[in-house]
């Protein structure tokens, strides 16, 4: 019997590792041996803090999820590794699944996507995030010669004002409270602002800081008739906007932005498969590299997710490996 080791939140705040059974693959199944996974930060950890609200439960179930919010339940989406066995043309190879944190597990074929030749399987790991981040700009729809600002230096801002980067003309500004974010963003190619300093009168902004203070700014800097895409998620926590003041004589719209169904504007000619594989071609880019903040080996899972929660981290992406022994 095969054996696998899956990370588990046991009750908000209190994670654990299991060893559990595998059943060997049938024919149209894949074994994928993982290397890597990566920690979602904004999502993953409202969902080990057990912030989930109970009428989201339904809706925010990843594809493989086991267990129910608040817990025990396993969950993650960012998973890269070597399919060991499975169809001829899947052997040997490299995918993306999305699949929580476990050594090793068993899915349809048609569940993993391969990572194109020439891409580092710890890169792949962010094909979650850029594939997002496809999603809020198919969403935004900037124009050439745009002037965007991306509140929020995270994981999914920095994807999207890196893909901002390959329109012409666009001026990037990525606003952030952290200080640190700005060597961050000169590598991604966009400028950088803190808060206070936020460049007035942009024609669009995307708020990904998960806060309502970035939310409130986000619609204190767009143009007046403009559109803010709200691409943070919640939670249970409540947000108040100061609507009162110039929200409706500017004429200002909130749209949100999510990527469990692939945006209106491509909805009828775009398959969530494509969209992945059009994320995991564009990570051919090594400038992604720099979103890799930190790296440790799956023992240590419980310890990190911890920290990630209390605040006492502030990884853009960290990863854990699989590869090393305990």
Known sequence: MLEAIAFWVENPGVGELRREPLQPPAESEVLVRTLYTGISRGTEVS???????????????????QGDFPGPVKYGYLNVGLVEQGPGELAGQIVFTLFPHQSAFV???????????????????????????????????????????????GMIGCCVARLLQSIPGVDVTLIDVDPSRGETAGLLGAGFAEPA??????????????????????????VTDGEVIEASWYGDRPVTLALGADFHSRRLTIRASQVGAVAPRRRANRTTRER??????????????????????????????????????????????WGQPA
């Not at 020439?118 to 745009?146: C, F, S």
């Open 47 to 65: 969902v080990f803090s057990g912030h989930v609200p109970v009428s989201e439960y339904e809706r925010m179930r990843a594809p493989f999820q």
């Open 107 to 153: 899915v349809p074929a048609s569940a993993v996507a391969p990572v194109p030749d020439g891409i580092p399987a710890r890169r792949a790991l962010l094909a979650g995030a850029v594939e997002t981040a496809i999603n809020v700009l198919w969403d935004a729809a900037p124009l050439v010669g745009d002037r965007v600002s991306v509140v929020g230096a």
């Open 197 to 222: 300093m936020a460049p007035p009168d942009r024609d669009i902004v995307i708020n990904t800081s998960g806060s309502g203070a970035g939310l409130q700014l986000a619609l204190e800097t767009v």
């Open 276 to 321: 992945l594989s059009l994320a995991l071609e564009l990570l051919r880019d090594p400038t992604f590299d720099c979103l890799l903040t930190a790296d440790s080996s799956w023992p240590d899972l419980p310890r990190v997710m911890a920290s990630l929660a209390d605040g006492s981290r502030n990884d853009l992406c960290h990863t854990i490996d």
